[in-house]
Each structure stands twice: as structure tokens, then as C-alpha cells.
Antibody, heavy 120, light 110 residues
């Protein structure tokens, strides 16, 4: 069974750094792209970026380029999303997703989500 | 990329059919046959219901169907059931490895 299990909820202050994780299991982690999707409170879904754990090839949505860093450690089947300096506007639910390919490509599995709250 | 346009809400009675539209541009919906639809119940992660415009993953009831005409994709749910009440999001490939989502549609089963 394919599973993406994300790290737990975080409460941070503006300016702090954060790294959340997503562990894949039940499939070949290095053979699929892992992406990240943001859902701000009461809002829709936004595509952030994607990484291929096999070679760490990473692509960002223009809206998120320079705002976050996506990485992966294939030895432990885990992808990461990190911020160097959080802002209140980063408060959102973040989902990791499995995407079947880079061109086109369907999101076929979702993690359970990690709620990030940034407040002073 | 701008978000795809979906109606904020739709409703229907049990047993009826409803259709949710998703309008984009020739750079996303109209340009590729890579439209997918996701169902999200409150407090839950989204679930894939339709991919590549009309294909259904294993386990998704055939009451759910997808189509596309020009820059507009549609999700039709026939034989509405109470458990279909949820938010629905469309998603399209938008070139340069990017995906774009719709704003979401709240389906109410009356």
C-alpha cells in the first residue's frame, strides 16, 4: 500500500526556520516525483514544487521560487520542505504528494498534511 | 499561472446528477489532456477521482465521470449519494512542469 506520512503540526514564530518531512513507503521512492501543495486556511490548493528523489532534480512554481527549499534523502525515503525565515503568511496546511511524471503527471497519492502555524 | 475557475458551490438531491465546471485557458486546460479532479472531505486530504480528463482510478465509482471541451473541463457525478458531499478541486498541467488548481467547489447533497 502506497503511503506518504508527514511530520506533525508545527507552531513557530515569524523569522524562525522550519523543515517538515514526508516519508514514502509501499513503492519505489526513487521512481516517482514528490511534490508539495499549500492550502491556506479556508482557501484552495496551490502547487509549490517538485523533486525527483532518484537524482534530486527539483523544480519550483514561480510563486514559491526562493521562498522555500525542497529536498530529499533517498536513503530514508523522505522528502522535505523547508523555510529559512517564516512569515505569518506561511500559515497553512502543507501536503506532500506523489506525482506520476514531470510532464503532465497526475497526483495520485497525498500525505495527511502538516499544519504550520506562524504567529508571534 | 492564475487559478482555474470553478463555481463556488453546487447542490443536488440524492439520486440526481450534478456537473462541476473548471475553466482555464489554452495554456492549461485547453492545451493538454492532463486534467484531474480531487475530492476533499472536511479535515481530510484530497483524493484522486478522475485523471487524464476522463480516466477513473481503481476503486472510484463509475458514477464519477470527466470530460473536456476547449478550455473547460467538467466533472459529472450521477446518482448523488450523501457521502459525495465534499469539496471538489480540478487540476491541470500548465506547462513547464507546473500544475494549476481550481479554487474548489463545495458540493451539497440536499
Amino acid at each position: 500500500e502506497v503511503q506518504l506520512v508527514q511530520s506533525g503540526a508545527e507552531v513557530k514564530k515569524p523569522g524562525e526556520s522550519l523543515k517538515i518531512s514526508c516519508k514514502g513507503s509501499g513503492y519505489s521512492f526513487t521512481s516517482y516525483w514528490i511534490g508539495w501543495v499549500r492550502q491556506m486556511p479556508g482557501k484552495g490548493l496551490e502547487w509549490m514544487g517538485i523533486i525527483y528523489p532518484g537524482d534530486s532534480d527539483t523544480r519550483y512554481s514561480p510563486s514559491f521560487q526562493g521562498q522555500v527549499t525542497i529536498s530529499a534523502d533517498k536513503s530514508i525515503s523522505t522528502a522535505y520542505l523547508q523555510w529559512s525565515s517564516l512569515k505569518a503568511s506561511d500559515t497553512a496546511m502543507y501536503y506532500c504528494v506523489r506525482r506520476t511524471s514531470l510532464v503532465g503527471g497526475t497526483i495520485d497519492y497525498w500525505g495527511q498534511g502538516t499544519l504550520v502555524t506562524v504567529s508571534s | 499561472q492564475s487559478a482555474l475557475t470553478q463555481p463556488r458551490s453546487v447542490s443536488g438531491s440524492p439520486g440526481q446528477s450534478v456537473t462541476i465546471s473548471c475553466t482555464g485557458t489554452s495554456s492549461d486546460v485547453g492545451g493538454y489532456n492532463y486534467v484531474s479532479w480531487y475530492q476533499q472531505h472536511p479535515g481530510k486530504a484530497p483524493k484522486l477521482m478522475i485523471y487524464d480528463v476522463y480516466k477513473r482510478p481503481s476503486g472510484v465509482p463509475d458514477r464519477f465521470s470527466g470530460s473536456k471541451s476547449g478550455n473547460t473541463a467538467s466533472l459529472t457525478i450521477s446518482g448523488l449519494q450523501a457521502e459525495d458531499e465534499a469539496d471538489y478541486y480540478c487540476c491541470s498541467y500548465a506547462g513547464t512542469y507546473t500544475l494549476v488548481f481550481g479554487g474548489g467547489t463545495k458540493l451539497t447533497v440536499l
